[in-house]
């Protein structure tokens, strides 16, 4: 049997791609469903799988115009022989420039190699009765014509442009940030590269790696991802992230192969013992993981109580699984959940806000051992979650705020081991 991994990576088809979103929602978040077959592949709740996209079949065609490349010609990537046009779909990060890529231009930009440059070779003057009274041929490149003034010095847009991206850090970041090649190619229209040189200085096209929404006991033979759609426009055009457009756009269930790997964790786990409480905050497609929880906890009949934060901008728009958590809440595999909607009534609600409402209970549920976890956005939602939960610790277990943050930190998270964060 193959031994399947990020360098071998297993082609899955897609089962099941579909809308989870109510019909009113401006968010696209869909539930994809992998097929394992044969391949082997083994993995628990609370793992990633591995996702190798192609980038968009337009934007390779436009960045070969561009290039003025046949899509036939041969590259070499990382000692593979293979057409441009293959290597720019699926070997090439072409949807994102670079800061290395643009750094790495210097030799087009040098003084010596770049920049325009204009010499006068000749030199032709008529009279009005038309009696040709100079005609001058330049003999070398310092040959001038009598009474001349030269010109001063002929501005190149595209150096400058250059020289200011790789000599002001935050100009690079700004301008990286929003373009991908095309982009680049449109503002450095004059620039020239060989297909090999181009492929040799684009960043390689790397997988993403997505939080696993199933339990192969529950669900087995099939892996379930649960994707938020990046849709967007920038310099009048109309975008998607890489890997969620490829899976929205150009994967109907069905007939779609996609290279897939497993990318097990280490500590984003179930408490071995099932009778151990838990707590769950997921909002958004943050809920993916707890989906996958809620199931093998099931399908072990854990004693422990489930209890889960879910949140996202409505109930209508964005309550993902609803009927299974219903369903969950009726067996009592799931004893709570608290939802906040952070579009719907006078005032933004978050599930940190739901957190300090029933703080007395939280602090009650992981001083007596329960677990803590927090899955999503790790730039605003899990700070605000982890404030929140010291805070908490604080207040109802009746510490200073330096004490509190300490027993979470050190004791719940590095000595204990049970709160535990899935962040992106």
Same mark, same amino acid.
């Given at each position: 049997?193959?031994?399947?991994?990020?360098?071998?990576?297993?082609?899955?088809?897609?089962?099941?791609?579909?809308?989870?979103?109510?019909?009113?929602?401006?968010?696209?978040?869909?539930?994809?469903?992998?097929?394992?077959?044969?391949?082997?592949?083994?993995?628990?709740?609370?793992?990633?799988?591995?996702?190798?996209?192609?980038? *968009?079949?337009?934007?390779?065609?436009?960045?070969? !115009?561009?290039?003025?490349?046949?899509?036939?010609?041969?590259?070499? +990537?990382?000692?593979?022989?293979?057409? =441009?046009?293959?290597?720019?779909?699926?070997?090439?990060?072409?949807?994102? =420039?670079?800061?290395?890529?643009?750094?790495?231009?210097? *030799? $087009?930009?040098?003084?010596?190699?770049?920049?325009?440059?204009?010499?006068?070779?000749?030199?032709?003057?008529?009279?009005?009765?038309?009696?040709?009274?100079?005609?001058?041929?330049?003999?070398?490149?310092?040959?001038?014509?009598?009474?001349?003034?030269?010109?001063?010095?002929?501005?190149?847009?595209?150096?400058?442009?250059?020289?200011?991206?790789?000599?002001?850090?935050?100009?690079?970041?700004?301008?990286?940030?929003?373009?991908?090649?095309?982009?680049?190619?449109?503002?450095?229209?004059?620039? @020239?590269?060989?297909?090999?040189?181009?492929?040799?200085? +684009?960043?390689?096209?790397?997988?993403?790696?997505?939080?696993?929404?199933?339990?192969?006991?529950?669900?087995?033979?099939?892996?379930?991802?649960?994707?938020?759609?990046?849709?967007?426009? $920038? $310099?009048?055009?109309?975008?998607?992230?890489? &890997?969620?457009? /490829?899976?929205?756009?150009?994967?109907?269930?069905?007939?779609?192969? +996609?290279?897939?790997?497993?990318?097990?964790?280490?500590?984003?786990?179930?408490?071995?013992?099932?009778?151990?409480?838990?707590?769950? +905050?997921?909002?958004?497609?943050?809920?993916?993981?707890?989906?996958?929880?809620?199931?093998?906890?099931?399908?072990?009949?854990?004693?422990?109580?489930?209890? =889960? /934060?879910?949140?996202?901008? &409505?109930?209508?728009?964005?309550?993902? #699984?609803?009927? !299974?958590?219903?369903?969950? =809440?009726?067996?009592?595999?799931?004893?709570?959940?608290?939802?906040?909607?952070? @579009?719907?009534?006078?005032?933004?609600?978050?599930?940190?806000?739901?957190?300090?409402?029933?703080?007395? !209970?939280?602090?009650?549920?992981?001083?007596?051992?329960?677990?803590? #976890?927090?899955?999503?956005?790790?730039?605003?939602?899990?700070?605000?979650? $982890?404030?929140?939960?010291?805070?908490?610790?604080?207040?109802?277990?009746?510490?200073?705020?330096?004490?509190?943050?300490? #027993?979470?930190?050190?004791?719940?998270?590095?000595?204990?081991?049970? #709160?535990?964060?899935?962040?992106?």
């Amino acid at each position: 049997m193959a031994d399947y991994s990020n360098k071998n990576p297993y082609s899955s088809k897609i089962t099941a791609n579909y809308i989870l979103n109510g019909k009113n929602s401006k968010k696209e978040t869909r539930h994809i469903v992998f097929d394992l077959g044969d391949s082997g592949l083994e993995y628990k709740a609370g793992d990633a799988l591995g996702v190798f996209p192609t980038c *968009p079949p337009e934007l390779v065609d436009s960045i070969l !115009e561009r290039l003025g490349c046949p899509p036939d010609e041969i590259v070499v +990537v990382k000692d593979e022989e293979m057409k =441009l046009k293959d290597a720019l779909l699926s070997k090439c990060e072409i949807h994102r =420039l670079s800061k290395r890529f643009i750094e790495g231009l210097s *030799p $087009h930009f040098s003084s010596s190699s770049s920049g325009i440059q204009m010499r006068i070779v000749s030199r032709s003057r008529i009279d009005s009765s038309g009696l040709i009274v100079e005609d001058w041929q330049s003999s070398s490149d310092d040959d001038l014509p009598q009474h001349y003034t030269p010109l001063g010095p002929i501005d190149d847009p595209e150096k400058a442009l250059w020289t200011s991206l790789v000599n002001d850090a935050k100009m690079m970041e700004d301008y990286i940030w929003s373009r991908d090649y095309l982009d680049f190619f449109t503002d450095f229209p004059n620039l @020239r590269l060989g297909a090999q040189e181009f492929v040799d200085a +684009v960043d390689t096209l790397k997988p993403r790696l997505y939080s696993i929404a199933s339990s192969p006991d529950f669900e087995p033979g099939t892996v379930h991802l649960t994707v938020g759609i990046v849709r967007y426009s $920038h $310099h009048d055009r109309d975008r998607t992230g890489l &890997t969620t457009g /490829f899976l929205a756009d150009r994967c109907p269930a069905g007939n779609t192969d +996609v290279p897939v790997f497993m990318s097990p964790t280490r500590s984003f786990v179930l408490p071995e013992d099932g009778s151990t409480d838990i707590i769950m +905050v997921g909002p958004g497609t943050g809920i993916a993981p707890f989906r996958a929880f809620l199931q093998q906890r099931e399908k072990d009949g854990s004693t422990g109580k489930n209890w =889960l /934060f879910f949140g996202d901008w &409505t109930e209508e728009g964005e309550y993902y #699984y609803r009927d !299974e958590i219903e369903s969950w =809440l009726s067996s009592g595999n799931l004893e709570q959940i608290d939802l906040a909607w952070s @579009r719907e009534g006078d005032e933004k609600v978050y599930v940190q806000h739901l957190m300090a409402k029933n703080g007395e !209970e939280i602090w009650s549920r992981i001083n007596n051992g329960g677990y803590f #976890y927090v899955c999503g956005d790790k730039n605003y939602m899990a700070k605000d979650v $982890h404030r929140t939960l010291i805070e908490i610790c604080s207040e109802h277990g009746d510490m200073t705020p330096e004490e509190a943050s300490h #027993y979470v930190e050190q004791r719940m998270m590095k000595d204990e081991k049970r #709160y535990l964060r899935d962040v992106y």
